[in-house]
């Protein structure tokens, strides 16, 4: 059974960072694209940010420019750099690998 494994979630005072981690297996990490989603209370997953095999990213406009998507192809990990958060921000962040493979997710709460 494939499985992703978040990890870095927490509690954050309004405008801090802090930045979450996901390793997956090498045999579907090197051929798909990654992504983190959020959800937050009461609210469908969104998807926040993506980033190919090749390393192109893209953002949803609640986080551009503060969020960070980045992979390491050595060590099969994805990471999402998140710098001043808002309490708008908090929520349940889902790895996902596009070869339809989901982690259980970690909760980041950030307080006003």
């Known amino acids: 059974q494939v499985q992703l494994e978040e990890s870095g979630g927490g509690l954050v005072q309004a405008g801090g960072s802090l930045t979450l981690s996901c390793v997956a297996p090498g045999i579907i990490f090197s051929f798909n694209a990654m992504a983190w989603y959020r959800q937050a209370p009461g609210n469908q997953r969104e998807l926040i940010a993506t980033?190919?095999?090749?390393?192109?990213?893209n953002y949803a406009q609640s986080v551009k420019g503060r969020f960070t998507i980045s992979r390491d192809n050595a060590k099969n990990t994805v990471y999402l750099q998140m710098h001043n958060l808002k309490p708008e921000d908090t929520g349940v962040y889902y790895c996902y690998n596009y070869g339809n493979y989901w982690g259980k997710g970690t909760l980041v709460t950030v307080s006003s």
């Open positions: 980033i190919t095999t090749s390393g192109i990213t």
